[in-house]
């Protein structure tokens, strides 16, 4: 299957500090990008979907200006928690799609952020 | 809300086969059945996926009811390795620059396999 490469793996900030993720498609053309958040022991739970060159689309309850997503280009997005407290610690993890009708979605292998 | 239910947890013995019940009831003509796993603190996994016919490839087979009101998702011989959380997810046809894509997740199965 395609591969969906997220950077960091894992990382720690100190609270009131920014974090950005990255999200690559190796070997497709992503031309949508979903977001999820996975508290422990709990389901992935969407965050945002962005189409390249657009705005991203949030769901209720999720603050657009505390997460955001960019999705420059064909193979990468980007989500950048500004200002992170500690009840943003969680597993961040990103899909995409490519072009191609009824295609699957494919995961990165997600980023665990913890802030301190 | 995850239009899906499953069981929350199952236990298999190794080499055996897994058989994963899902129940979509509400599920529309148009909605295509997804299954996908996630093993402990990685991004979900993609298995199969289907509309109406079943479906196999080299990691499961797909079995859907006639009505298309329930599947069931098989590991012909399941390993210690396929230990995950197992999701049935149904969505509608994607069209192109529409929005209707996403997946919603449940709680999905957690499946243990045992040696």
């Known amino acids: 299957g395609a591969v969906v490469s997220q950077h960091p793996s894992w990382v720690i900030c100190k609270s009131g500090t920014s974090v950005k993720i990255e999200c690559r498609s190796l070997?497709?053309?992503?031309?949508?990008m979903f977001w999820y958040r996975q508290f422990p022991k709990q389901s992935l739970m969407l965050m945002a979907t962005s189409n390249e060159g657009s705005k991203a689309t949030y769901e209720q309850g999720v603050e657009k200006d505390k997460f955001l997503i960019n999705h420059a280009s064909l193979t990468l997005s980007t989500l950048t928690v500004t200002s992170a407290h500690p009840e943003d610690s969680s597993f961040y993890i990103c899909?995409?799609?490519?072009?191609?009708?009824?295609?699957?979605?494919?995961f990165g292998q997600g980023t665990r952020l913890t802030v301190v | 809300d995850a239009k899906t239910t499953q069981p929350p947890s199952m236990d298999c013995a190794e080499g055996r086969a897994a058989n994963l019940p899902c129940n979509h009831s509400?599920?529309?003509?148009?909605?295509?059945v997804y299954w996908y796993r996630q093993i402990h603190s990685q991004g979900p996994q993609y298995i199969i996926h289907g509309l109406k016919n079943n479906e196999t490839n080299e990691m499961a087979s797909l079995i859907i009811t006639e009505d298309r009101k329930s599947s069931t998702l098989i590991l012909p011989h399941a390993t210690l390795r396929d230990t995950a959380v197992y999701y049935c997810?149904?969505?509608?046809?994607?069209?192109?620059?529409?929005?209707?894509?996403?997946?919603?997740f449940g709680k999905g199965t957690l499946l243990t396999v045992n040696p």
């Open positions: 509400t599920i529309s003509g148009n909605e295509y």
């Open positions: 070997d497709f053309q992503a031309t949508t």
């Open positions: 899909s995409a799609i490519g072009r191609g009708m009824n295609t699957e979605a494919f």
């Open positions: 997810i149904v969505r509608p046809v994607w069209r192109w620059g529409g929005s209707n894509y996403k997946l919603t």
